[in-house]
């Protein structure tokens, strides 16, 4: 089931032409990503607490399609998929909010589960692999 995180897009976001900045835009995706999961019951300081797990990104993509600026109402709709045992992709669609929606971006971002020590995969947690399939497309 998607998930659709709302914003309005903030001055602090945009770039010099009054756009938001391109690597915002991941930075919003994210936004999106740690909403789901605290949505989902995953306690946020923990997950990301870095302690036996860590789940960084290995791939990312973003395909701008019109621009956002400040003072916009956006959408940051995500879906998951599973790659693997220790591994998952999040598709993120950013629209803005008019008459009419648009499309702004799509973002896709694979991330891939392993141990800070050692750097070995793992497999998902439990509860990440529940969150990426609720969330599946």
Known sequence: MAFTYRRTIRFADTDAAGVVFFPNYLAICHEAYEESLAADGIELRSFFGGQDLVMPISKSQVEYLRPLTCGDKAGITLTTASLGPDSF?????????GPPKKLAARVCTEHVCISPRTRERHALPAALAAWVAHHAA
Do not use: D, K, L
């Open 89 to 97: 992709s999040i598709s993120y669609e950013v629209h803005r909010f």
